[in-house]
Structures are given as structure tokens and as C-alpha cells.
């Protein structure tokens, strides 16, 4: 999905998916009441030098990808909630890096 010679950039077209994986708006969210970058397609971070992306939905549900690593998750739920639950597969994806 954000390699730029991927598929998803192959359908796109070079130009829209440079817009869709790049960060275009920096700022203090207000839903979140945190500082957050977003492309035009997710939130993106640098953490220790590891660029991260992803998107939480409704009811606690949510994906997100380290793409230098490889891997991506997703965590769906049926129900109402927080994303603890989806934080929980996140740490434990990532506890072997």
C-alpha cells in the first residue's frame, strides 16, 4: 500500500498516492486531544525512527502498519468500546521488534 512501486501506487498514479501516504496536515486534533499528523488517507508517526500508520474507527476498531517492518494488523469488533482491546494486539505485534 505505501510502497511506490506497490500496487496501490501503480492504480493510483504516482502524484495521488505521494498524496494519499504523505503527511499533508500537522496539528493538535481536537477529538483526540493530541498532536497528530494525517495524510489524506491516516495518521502517521515517527517513533523511534520507525514511520507508523494507521486509523481508528467507531467502537474501538482500527488498523495500522510499520511499513519498513512489513507488517500490518487490524482489529475489528462487534461491539461498542475503547481501543484498548486493539492497543493490546498493537503492543503484542510489535513486542518482537
Do not use: K, N
Not at 504516482?14 to 498524496?19: C, F, I, M, P, V
Not at 502498519?65 to 481501543?83: D, I, S, W
Request: glycine letters at 18%; charged letters at 25%.
Amino acid at each position: 500500500m505505501i510502497r511506490p512501486d506497490g500496487r496501490v501506487a501503480d492504480r493510483l498514479g504516482h502524484d495521488t498516492w505521494r498524496a494519499y501516504v504523505e503527511p499533508a496536515a500537522t496539528g493538535h486534533d481536537l477529538v483526540l486531544d493530541r498532536p497528530v499528523t494525517w495524510t489524506l488517507g491516516f495518521q502517521v508517526s515517527d517513533e523511534d525512527g520507525r514511520t507508523e500508520l494507521g486509523m481508528g474507527g467507531a467502537g474501538g476498531c482500527s488498523a495500522w502498519g510499520e511499513p519498513g517492518a512489513g507488517y500490518g494488523a487490524a482489529f475489528v469488533t462487534r461491539t461498542l468500546g475503547g481501543h484498548d482491546r486493539g492497543e493490546l494486539v498493537w503492543e503484542t505485534v510489535v513486542a518482537d521488534r
